[in-house]
């Protein structure tokens, strides 16, 4: 196995993407965010952005960096690294990992296609899938790791629980000897032993950390329903 990825085992990449519209959305916080995790002992990040990977390879030149580009198409539903010149700006801007859809929609770029550019330019591929048959796909082209991204997040799997991660595929993926980053719905410490337990590799925590507006959201959520409760 490569190092970089032996580098993740049994831990924790802590993805640093704030909202679109949230005022912590600054390259110099996305860069803090992921300084301030790799202190904290992190095994890796999760970056987006071009510009944003290359400010934190700068500041973190020994980092597990695992780089995406998020775009919104018009023609299709595939958002994470869809085109063959987004693999090449994350290679040139110090991703260790390029991680893209891996799913079976329609898309400008195949997922073979993807994941040749990411090997030619160097880089572990990771496919960001939502069932096990885009998993198990993913895995057979070569890619290093699969993770379980997007499930929940595609028509064909619209029913998933989106209140919790998806366990059952995370154990599905890692039975069939599939390296799982465990990601997606990921909140508090026991979900992320959870994952390693259902067999996950590593897991990936982003909004339970990085994203202020939706923790808060939970918390402030919490507090309402209680108070609803009582009142009613
Ligand atoms: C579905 C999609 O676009 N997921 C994105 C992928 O990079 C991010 O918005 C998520 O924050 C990330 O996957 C981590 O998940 P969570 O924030 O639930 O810990």
């Not at 959305?25 to 987006?48: F, H, K, S, W």
């Not at 539903?77 to 090449?88: C, N, S």
């Not at 026991?190 to 950390?209: C, E, N």
Request: aromatic residues 4%; hydrophobic residues 45%.
């Amino acid at each position: 196995m490569k190092q970089e990825v032996q580098q993740l085992a049994g831990g924790l990449v802590v993805s640093c993407q704030p909202l679109p519209e949230s005022p912590m959305n600054r390259p110099d916080i996305v860069v803090a965010m992921a300084a301030a995790a790799m202190q904290a002992g992190a095994a890796g990040l999760r970056i987006e952005g071009a510009e944003h990977v290359r400010l934190v390879r700068q500041a973190l030149p020994d980092a597990c960096i695992t780089g995406i580009i998020k775009r919104d198409l018009t023609d299709s539903d595939v958002r994470i690294t869809p085109f063959l010149e987004d693999v090449k700006s994350l290679a040139s801007a110090g991703a260790t990992i390029i991680a893209f859809d891996g799913t079976a929609r329609g898309r400008p770029v195949s997922v073979q296609h993807l994941f040749q550019a990411v090997k030619q330019a160097g880089c572990l591929a990771m496919a960001d899938c939502a069932t096990l048959a885009d998993g198990i796909l993913a895995w057979d082209i070569g890619c290093d790791l699969v993770g379980t991204t997007l499930s929940g997040y595609t028509a064909e799997t619209a029913d998933q629980d989106m209140s919790a991660p998806d366990t059952l595929l995370i154990s599905q993926l890692a039975q069939r000897g599939i390296r799982v980053m465990a990601e997606g719905r990921i909140r508090t410490p026991a979900d992320a032993q959870r994952a390693l337990t259902a067999g996950a590799f590593s897991v990936t925590v982003g909004s339970a950390i990085t994203r202020i507006e939706h923790v808060t959201a939970w918390f402030g959520d919490a507090l309402r329903e209680l108070q609803t409760a009582e009142g009613g």
